[in-house]
């Protein structure tokens, strides 16, 4: 794998590949630290890996015509969708993986923008349960 | 997905509504004003993945006659002008899809009012930029 310019990520959430409306895409996982600081620590902290969660940050070009990013993503407003993303292109392989996430829509920005500017929003959705990672399937 | 022809196309009928002002998607060997020449400046290809969206920015000169003519100043005052049936701005985003051969388009900013050298001839001229979204 070399690095790579990214122009070609795949983004999906449920069914529907919205990467043409979408212009950046991040999933970012963390693990919760948990203190298990002792005496025994040398006057250092110390943590061990607590739960994990995730985050999965979106910015869309908007669209209210059919099929459009706005009719996709406003009527699944508090409720929980899976998100798919691929980084670089729809070939799914060891280094090109899939990423799987059921997050929670919970924010939409179907009215954004200033004047004169391309009609764009963002939007964050936090991860709910397992984000599971494959680097073999379809998109 | 429009190519930079059709778009160019596109804006030179949107320009060609435009009563008395011709119009030409070529640069043309000699000017007979009042004319419009649509050309393409720069393209920032991938605002979005897989190739969704490319935005073109278009220049539309508008060229109205000899600097020294009298009436060419108030003829290019009337296409600079955001309103009425001369206005360039308003006869470009009367269709903002160009016929659907774009997703979006909007005329940005009039810039470089003033003298145009063609061959021997100095007119007056001033230049339109167009912002276009499209696939």
Request: net charge negative; hydrophobic share 40%; charged share 15%.
């Amino acid at each position: 794998m070399a690095k790579y310019v990214v122009t070609a990520t795949v983004v999906k959430i449920g069914t529907t590949n919205v990467s043409n409306s979408c212009a950046s895409a991040t999933l970012e996982l963390t693990a919760a630290d948990v203190d298990v600081t002792d005496f025994g620590g040398a006057g250092w902290t110390e943590v061990i890996g607590g739960l994990k969660s995730g985050t999965v940050t979106l910015d869309f070009h908007n669209d209210y015509g059919v099929g459009g990013i706005n009719t996709i993503l406003n009527p699944l407003l508090g409720t929980i969708a899976t998100v798919t993303l691929v980084p670089n292109g729809t070939v799914v392989s060891a280094t090109n993986p899939i990423w799987t996430a059921p997050v929670l829509i919970n924010s939409v920005s179907p009215v954004a923008g200033a004047v004169g500017d391309l009609a764009t929003f963002s939007v964050s959705f936090p991860t709910s349960g397992e984000v599971t990672f494959a680097t073999a399937g379809t998109v | 997905m429009a190519s930079i022809t059709d778009i160019r196309a596109g804006l030179a009928t949107r320009l060609g509504t435009i009563p008395g002002l011709r119009t030409t998607t070529e640069t043309p060997d000699t000017i007979s004003p009042p004319i419009a020449i649509v050309n393409v400046s720069n393209v920032n290809y991938d605002r979005t993945f897989q190739r969704g969206l490319d935005e073109y920015n278009f220049v539309v000169t508008v060229i109205v006659g000899r600097v020294g003519e009298r009436s060419a100043q108030r003829l290019l005052d009337s296409y600079v002008s955001s309103t009425g049936a001369s206005s360039v701005k308003l006869a470009i985003e009367l269709d903002r899809t160009l016929g659907g051969k774009c997703d979006s388009l909007r005329v940005t900013d009039m810039r470089n009012y003033g003298s145009l050298v063609i061959g021997e001839i100095t007119y007056l001229a001033a230049e339109f930029n167009v912002v276009v979204f499209a696939q």
